[in-house]
């Protein structure tokens, strides 16, 4: 079992950072790749980033490239979301995940099975 807890979000305006953490417990936390998604209510939870369990590699989606950055601190058990430039359409929950075993990195929800309870970001414009 991993249990996971977001913090770090917010309210702030268009064009400021936030950085997002997410603390694990449980199991060895350099175990498993890591994840973060959104949601909007009403929509599809929605991909954002993800990182190997050394931290060694990343993949984002286009919507955040250049704008976002995952890292983790394996020592630490928290993998971190550094957020830049943030826009009003970035306002959404942010979740952080823990991959299943074996998985290398993934942008699929299904291939998760830990989730933290979700942080809230608001960007206003």
């Known amino acids: 079992q991993v249990q996971l807890s977001e913090s770090g979000g917010g309210l702030v305006q268009a064009g400021g950072s936030l950085r997002l953490s997410c603390a694990a417990s449980?199991?060895?936390?350099?175990?498993?790749?890591m994840g973060w998604f959104r949601q909007v209510l009403g929509k599809e939870r929605e991909f954002v980033g993800t990182?190997?369990?050394?931290?060694?590699?990343?993949a984002y989606a286009d919507s955040v490239k250049g704008r976002f950055t995952i890292s983790r601190d394996n020592a630490r058990n928290t993998v971190y979301l550094q957020m830049n430039n943030l826009k009003p359409e970035d306002t959404a929950v942010y979740y952080c995940?823990?991959?299943?075993?074996?998985?290398?990195?993934?942008?699929?929800?299904?291939?998760?099975?830990?989730w933290g309870q979700g942080t809230q970001v608001t960007v206003s414009s």
């Open positions: 990182i190997s369990r050394t931290g060694g590699v990343t």
């Open positions: 449980g199991r060895t936390f350099s175990s498993n790749a």
């Open positions: 995940a823990a991959a299943r075993q074996g998985i290398l990195m993934s942008d699929t929800p299904s291939q998760y099975d830990y």
